[in-house]
DNA sequence: GTCTATACGTTGATAGAC
DNA sequence: GTCTATCAACGTATAGAC
């Protein structure tokens, strides 16, 4: 018989990433949480110690990922935008609640781990200097904006992505191959 | 007998333009920014309606003035972006707030109006196709971007600016004049 | 203009029954 | 695993004295 969707932890998480995207951690209670799913807020609180605790479940991915990917950078530049990108691509919708409301990284107390980590692409993208980081963060920044204004079209992952990626090279400064 | 800061309301605006930027709109409560002042809650309750009304006094200068920049575009692309930095420059503190906590724009219900600005500016600036936005993302997209994570560097108006825009421009695929 | 006091809702979180 | 009941803490907001 197969399972589909039994496992309430994995459905309170798919439902708490979609809340969090579209309104933001505070502003996400766990009642609401809770509601969705046709369970009680106390009965949240037997699969997560608390809401931070959920919040973390969500970003652990995005996190071991990203640093798999700073671990072993690709070296063209090309080729890091990319993987910049699809990292972000896949996953958006945690990408999207942290954009919503900041503030969380603070709860989360990644924030200087998250500093250190742009920091080290930047300077492998574009140099140590003041002026190469600033190319660096237009570039990345840009990049990254385009994950977050274009979320809902069906053409991200494709042209919007090649148009994105070429456009961050140029503001690189990188010569065309 | 000059006066300093006797004006409790633009007191009260500083403090809280102050605490939006650093914990977000929602994590600041009243409470604190009466503590800061020296006076207590309900003493604000004179001076705003609501905690909204705070905010609004506090983005409305801004709203005005992308309304006038954008009634008014530069022609030159370089122009535009330039105006564009200097105008987020101008109002980095409340832009700070609202990058730290995204989720007021909705209590602000100018997202509306938000989406309709960006737009007049990112058609004036590369055109109207999908692939020309995604170009305009990415340049004011990095451009804001470098506002944010330079923040607190001296050489911000000067140094970063002038590569900000430079690597912008590129980003748009203009042909260098 | 500013205060104290208070009303009233909501939140995250816990205890203990089933 | 899920429930009901309950908690303390904090939020915005108001009433009325000074």
Redesign the interface.
């Known amino acids: 018989m197969p399972r589909l969707t039994t496992d309430t932890r994995a459905q309170a998480q798919r439902v708490a990433a979609e809340l969090f995207a579209t309104?933001?951690y505070?502003?996400t209670s766990l009642s609401e949480i809770a509601g969705r799913l046709g369970i009680s807020k106390a009965a949240l609180y037997y699969h997560f110690r608390s809401k931070g605790d959920l919040l973390r479940s969500l970003v652990e991915p995005f996190v071991t990922d990203i640093e798999a990917l700073s671990a072993d950078l690709p070296a063209e530049p090309r080729a890091t935008l990319e993987a910049f990108f699809d990292l972000c691509y896949r996953h958006r919708a945690i990408l999207l609640g942290i954009?919503?409301?900041?503030?969380v990284l603070n709860e989360l107390k990644i924030v200087d781990w998250i500093i250190a980590w742009r920091t080290r692409i930047d300077v492998a993208l574009a140099g140590p200097t003041?002026?190469d980081r600033?190319?660096a963060?237009?570039?990345?920044?840009?990049?990254?904006?385009?994950l977050i204004?274009?979320a809902d079209?069906p053409?991200l992952a494709t042209?919007?992505r090649a148009?994105?990626v070429d456009?961050?090279l140029?503001?690189?400064?990188v010569p065309p191959a």
Chains 1, 2 share one sequence.
């Open positions: 309104r933001g505070e502003q954009v919503r409301d900041v503030a003041t002026a600033v190319r963060v237009v570039a990345l920044g840009g990049l990254q904006d385009t204004l274009f079209d053409e042209t919007i148009e994105a456009a961050a140029r503001a690189l400064g």
